[in-house]
């Protein structure tokens, strides 16, 4: 059974940090690119970011233009994990963070494409 399970969700103030994970189990882990949707309030679930796998080292990596420069993406193969390093939160940024899996990077461009999904974990931004 897959299962995807975000942590580090919370309450934060603009311009601060965090940093969420996706914790999986029950799939191949490297045979997935990983990746991160959010949805607001009252919006349509959004594209944030993912990564491929392309060996230990890494891979190929794809951001929404409005978190370009404040968000990185990056994976942990030996630990199955992904993760979303968040800088410079701004208000905007409120909302249920997803973390996702799919079988190529280019499948992140619809949420519909995803192979699995997480139950999400929610991120508030005060101004």
């Known amino acids: 059974q897959v299962q995807l399970v975000e942590s580090g969700g919370g309450l934060v103030q603009a311009g601060d940090s965090l940093r969420l994970s996706c914790a999986t189990s029950?799939?191949?882990?490297?045979?997935?690119?990983m990746g991160w949707f959010r949805q607001a309030p009252g919006k349509e679930r959004e594209f944030v970011a993912a990564i491929d796998w392309s060996g230990w080292s890494g891979g190929s990596v794809s951001l929404a233009d409005s978190v370009k420069e404040r968000f990185t993406i990056s994976r942990d193969n030996a630990k199955n994990t992904v993760y979303l390093q968040m800088n410079s939160l701004k208000p905007e940024d409120t909302a249920t963070y997803y973390c996702?899996?799919?079988?190529?990077?280019?499948?992140?461009?619809?949420?519909?494409?995803?192979?699995?999904w997480g139950t999400g974990t929610l991120v508030t931004v005060s101004s």
């Open positions: 029950g799939l191949t882990f490297s045979k997935y690119a």
């Open positions: 996702a899996a799919a079988v190529g990077l280019s499948r992140f461009g619809s949420p519909g494409r995803m192979a699995y």
